[in-house]
């Protein structure tokens, strides 16, 4: 089974930001696609951004387009999530997936003044 390391979760003041990595422990060009997840107080775990390892073509959920940004280093076997313009609604868990439904141990985020 695929183990998934997460890291760059912290507290962050809102407007600030910060990068999130998630290194493999298999090859990630075998897989289709991976991405980030989070789950905020209240609100179950939702997807917010993909990735294909291909040709890095990349989705996002709309409460993050235009904020954050996936990006993947198929060598490394590692994806990263820029999040920038944080906001305190923001505050969660955020879990790298892996393929289609495997999911990290994740990393805190907390976005306060």
């Known amino acids: 089974q695929v183990q998934l390391v997460e890291s760059g979760g912290g507290l962050v003041q809102p407007g600030g930001s910060l990068t999130l990595s998630c290194t493999a422990s298999?090859?990630?060009?075998?897989?289709?696609?991976m991405g980030w997840g989070r789950q905020t107080p209240g609100k179950q775990r939702e997807l917010i951004a993909q990735?294909?390892?291909?040709?890095?073509?990349?989705g996002y959920a709309e409460r993050v387009k235009g904020r954050f940004t996936i990006s993947k280093d198929n060598a490394k076997n590692t994806i990263y999530l820029q999040m920038n313009s944080l906001k305190a609604e923001d505050t969660g868990v955020y879990y790298c997936?892996?393929?289609?439904?495997?999911w990290g141990q994740g990393t805190q985020v907390t976005v306060s003044s």
């Open positions: 997936i892996y393929g289609a439904n495997t």
């Open positions: 990735i294909t390892t291909r040709d890095g073509t990349t």
């Open positions: 298999e090859n990630i060009s075998g897989i289709f696609m």
